[in-house]
């Protein structure tokens, strides 16, 4: 995908399979909304093509939901005209079940939009979404701007709906901790590639923290893929990929959790080039 000159997504080859609940992440400017946008058919890619459903998206268009970075609820209308808004524009609409979970939230019908708080608009949004029964549900960082209570209710309201359907979701988010339980598929995208695609107990089980001497770390650093290194004085740190039972007694090697992986991968931003996990388990 190109913006005039400039390339946003390039050598852009990923997918996620279908029933899983992926996250997308990366830094500012990666290409998370323009790679959202293109799979829910907002934007046409420069070339290439994307497939949602084995379908061009074009094709595809009714069983997708998209849920946009600026939750685009209108301030001055109520939360049930909202509703019905959605029912003239949605031939799959299921406004009971909309109704049933606003009322779960405590979320008052007659409450106008631009009143409610962050997390609140929220849930309207995400429940407006869920009312067109989607195949794919999309969200572009739905936990920015919430607070931790806020966050945990929003993906706890994602999950029952997982559970309930079986949709599948794609989200892109920042807060890489929220992410661990409830998705269970990442795709990293840095600077405009695909970094990192793989399902996420897998990707975390590859890698290994090992910690030893600084001035052994060279020697062991060329006899495998590491991610990033780091460590003070004495003390060397890396983050490796498959690692074969070390070596030397004076290392020691500890499991990582998804947030540390991740963060590794956005440190090297050149490491696409090694090949990348798990992606065969997608076919
Ligand atoms: N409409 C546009 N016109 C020109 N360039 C754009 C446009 N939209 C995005 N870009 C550029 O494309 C690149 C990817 O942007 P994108 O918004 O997809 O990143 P992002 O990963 O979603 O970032 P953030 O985390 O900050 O939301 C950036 O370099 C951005 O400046």
Partial sequence: MRYRRTWALRDCSVAVPSGRVAALVGPNGAG???????????????????????????????????????????????VEEMLRFGRELNPRWDGAAARRRLADLGIPLDRRV????????????????LAKRPDLLVLDEPLADLDPLARDDVMRGLMEAVAETGLTVLLSSHVVSELEG????????????????????????????????????????????????????????MLVRDATPPLDPRWTAR?????????????????????????????
């Fill in 114 to 129: 631009g009143r409610l708080s962050g997390g609140q608009r929220t849930q309207v949004a995400l429940t407006v979404a």
């Fill in 255 to 283: 499991p990582v959790n998804l947030e540390e992986t991740v963060l590794a991968y956005l440190r090297a931003p050149d490491l696409a080039a090694l090949p990348r996990p798990s992606l065969a388990s997608a076919r």
């Fill in 32 to 78: 998370k909304t323009t790679l959202l946008h293109l799979a829910v058919g907002m934007l046409a890619p420069a070339t290439g093509e994307v497939r949602v459903f084995g379908r061009p998206v074009r094709e595809s268009m009714e069983r997708i939901a998209f849920l946009a970075q600026s939750k685009p609820l209108y301030a001055g209308f109520r």
């Fill in 182 to 237: 409830v998705c269970d598929w990442l795709v990293v995208v840095n600077g405009g590639r695909i970094q990192v695609s793989g399902d996420i107990d897998e990707l975390v089980a590859g890698h290994r923290l090992l910690t030893g001497p600084a001035e052994t770390a060279d020697a062991l650093a060329a006899r495998m893929p590491v991610v990033s290194r780091g460590g003070a004085g004495r003390q060397a740190t």
